[in-house]
């Protein structure tokens, strides 16, 4: 794979240098353990020596302090990156370098989806977490499996006879589906292969926020094509 956005994440991880005393207070009564990093956080959590509701009780704290500080949604992430890795290892089984890396960044889309809007009363939550992670990769699999272009197979499937993916970007754009940044940011990142992480870069924005923010716009872009809303021919005409 030319680009690894679960290993960016593990690297942004184990870059973080975060105030952990809360998770610390959580840990206090029920283990002797003193992590001093995120890393060894991970590890007590994932040795089994911690009773299910002390690990609910943690990830309460870091969910909470992620969906408020993006230092905390990276760590989010880390901390579950070795259960997002065993997910992706199957996910990623017989595609091609693009695909798995669409797979990969889809789970982490939706991972970031899931820490803001799950209910965290709710029990297990790293599995909670996992689950939307894996289900949108699941998504992403299926879409590579049975098209290859993200942006312009769609068209396969929808009422429009010449897919060229930059006039579809244009007309969805004019029909207000995406903004004129969103459809820059699919046709680098979809046409153009751009890594995402570069883009990110360049525009002075964490990968995360950007690569939900792809992953929203495609899917109205995706559902506005199948519906007919957005074509290539309409912005062809126009620009006639």
């Avoid at 883009?199 to 716009?217: D, H, I, N, P």
Wanted: glycine share 4%; aromatic share 4%.
């Amino acid at each position: 794979m030319r680009h690894d956005p679960l290993r960016a994440a593990e690297h942004e991880f184990l870059r973080l240098e975060l105030d952990t005393d809360d998770l610390l207070r959580e840990l206090a009564p029920f283990t002797d353990a003193r992590p001093d990093t995120l890393l060894e956080l991970r590890e007590l959590l994932l040795s089994g020596s911690l009773a299910r509701q002390v690990r609910d009780s943690v990830w309460r704290t870091v969910i909470e302090s992620a969906r408020v500080r993006e230092e905390w949604m990276v760590a989010a992430i880390g901390l579950a990156m070795p259960a997002l890795r065993a997910c992706a290892a199957r996910m990623c089984v017989g595609l091609d370098a693009r695909a798995a890396e669409d797979v990969q960044e889809e789970m982490l889309a939706g991972f970031i989806a899931a820490v803001h809007e799950v209910d965290t009363s709710w029990c297990r939550l790293p599995w909670v977490l996992r689950c939307r992670a894996s289900r949108w990769g699941l998504r992403a699999r299926k879409e590579a499996l049975a098209v290859p272009t993200a942006v312009a197979e769609p068209l396969a499937n929808g009422p429009v006879p010449t897919g060229n993916p930059d006039l579809v970007l244009e007309d969805a754009v004019r029909q207000g589906v995406i903004s004129k940044a969103d459809a820059d940011l699919i046709g680098r990142t979809r046409l153009d292969r751009v890594p995402l992480t570069d883009v990110a870069r360049e525009r002075g924005t964490a990968y995360w926020q950007l690569a939900k923010r792809r992953s929203r716009a495609e899917r109205r872009l995706t559902d506005a094509v199948r519906s007919g809303l957005v074509t290539a021919r309409l912005s062809a005409l126009s620009a006639a």
